[in-house]
T-cell receptor
């Protein structure tokens, strides 16, 4: 069975600094990979997704992620963090069929 | 506006008192799913439905029931709630393609005393 690991439970960055959130997955075939963001009191919103092709994908709100097959990783990046980016971020792996497995999440705090 | 609507958003109940959390989507999506979110565990799938009258268990189905009589509705039923079902619940929907974006409701926070 596939699994998703987000090694960092909490991350704090200063406003304007760059951000990288880590995601490692375990899956036998080429995975479908997603990043979702959850603002306080809200549901989850899709930031970006990867299915095939270019391994660097662009998403909403200035986020990007890079799929690295050799490292089984799909890290999320943003060059300059804004205070409004404070939220919880979830990496997810789509299994063939209909299952989506989520990581435990990373809570991002932004210092002003 | 495209949305997934859950009700109630907040509920406190007592052990053994049957309850239903409703979920409705207005996007004509075939696929619907229920997740529970617990600290440190992320989101875990409870049940999902590929289409009307088709439902299947996710990772943590014990203590829950679902039904899909209409395409737009996918209620979650707790026949006899227990304290370990205290959690934040999310309903989500998408098109049939499993590469599609999941659209989430705003969540229902359930407390079972």
């Amino acid at each position: 069975a596939q699994s998703v690991t987000q090694p960092d439970i909490h991350i704090t960055v200063s406003e304007g600094a760059s951000l990288e959130l880590r995601c490692n997955y375990s899956y036998g075939a080429t995975p479908y990979l997603f990043w979702y963001v959850q603002s306080p009191g809200q549901g989850l919103q899709l930031l970006l997704k990867y299915f095939s092709g270019d391994t660097l994908v662009q998403g909403i709100k200035g986020f990007e992620a890079e799929f690295k097959r050799s490292q089984s990783s799909f890290n999320l990046r943003k060059p300059s963090v804004h205070w409004s980016d404070a939220a919880e971020y979830f990496c997810a792996v789509g299994e063939y069929g209909n299952k989506l497995v989520f990581g435990a999440g990373t809570i991002l705090r932004v210092k002003s | 506006e495209a949305q997934v609507t859950q009700n109630p958003r907040y509920l406190i109940t007592v052990t053994g008192k049957k309850l239903t959390v409703t979920c409705s989507q207005n996007m004509n999506h075939e696929y619907m799913s229920w997740y529970r979110q617990d600290p440190g565990l992320g989101l875990r799938q409870i049940y999902y439905s590929m289409n009307v009258e088709v439902t299947d268990k996710g990772d943590v189905p014990e203590g829950y029931k679902v039904s899909r009589k209409e395409k737009r509705n996918f209620p979650l039923i707790l026949e006899s709630p227990s304290p370990n079902q205290t959690s934040l619940y999310f309903c989500a929907s998408r098109t049939a393609a499993n590469t599609g974006e999941l659209f989430f409701g705003e969540g229902s926070r359930l407390t079972v005393l």
